[in-house]
């Protein structure tokens, strides 16, 4: 069965109604939730009680989903720490550096920094040590 613990997951109107009570309930499974919605004042609160009641991560966005220019800025510009289980996972796909990079619209040295980055927190020395220890996390869910 399927669980969302310890996965990310992109909440749009977050901000009241469905959206929020989906941002509460991936959280209650143990998700981090991105938050986004217009009214960063109504995220920011929200924010603030799934971290304290659920103990988990969560992220508040600015956000007009209706606008894809603003959403793409606003994804490219996720902090590193919100960004790199995307990486991990097409590590895992056995992407190259340059296939993440074009992939997530970022530029090479980027994806070699995130990946990096990704080695340094797991401790691992390689990539395929990274998948491994990643899985035994319950980070990725690939085969």
Same mark, same amino acid.
């Given at each position: #069965?399927?669980?969302?613990?310890?996965?990310? @997951?992109l909440v749009?109107?977050?901000?009241?109604? !469905?959206?929020?009570?989906?941002?509460? *309930?991936?959280?209650? *499974?143990?998700?981090?939730?991105?938050?986004?919605?217009? %009214?960063?004042?109504?995220?920011?609160?929200?924010?603030?009680? !799934?971290?304290?009641?659920?103990?988990?991560?969560?992220?508040?966005?600015?956000?007009?989903?209706?606008?894809?220019?603003?959403? +793409?800025?606003?994804?490219?510009?996720?902090?590193?720490?919100?960004?790199?289980?995307?990486?991990? %996972?097409?590590?895992?796909?056995?992407?190259?550096n +340059?296939? !993440?990079?074009?992939?997530?619209?970022i530029?090479?040295?980027?994806a070699?920094?995130? !990946?990096?980055?990704?080695?340094?927190?797991?401790?691992?020395?390689?990539?395929?040590?990274? @998948?491994?220890?990643? %899985?035994? #996390?319950?980070?990725?869910?690939?085969?």
């Amino acid at each position: #069965m399927y669980s969302p613990a310890n996965k990310i @997951v992109l909440v749009t109107g977050a901000s009241a109604g !469905i959206g929020e009570a989906c941002a509460r *309930a991936f959280a209650a *499974a143990g998700a981090n939730p991105i938050l986004c919605a217009r %009214r960063l004042d109504r995220l920011e609160e929200l924010a603030a009680k !799934i971290r304290r009641q659920f103990g988990v991560r969560a992220l508040p966005l600015a956000l007009d989903v209706t606008e894809y220019q603003e959403v +793409a800025r606003t994804i490219e510009n996720l902090p590193p720490e919100w960004r790199e289980i995307e990486i991990l %996972r097409l590590v895992a796909e056995g992407c190259s550096n +340059a296939e !993440i990079a074009q992939s997530l619209f970022i530029a090479h040295s980027t994806a070699k920094r995130h !990946i990096a980055n990704i080695l340094g927190k797991l401790g691992a020395q390689n990539r395929r040590q990274a @998948v491994t220890l990643a %899985r035994s #996390m319950g980070l990725l869910d690939l085969p």
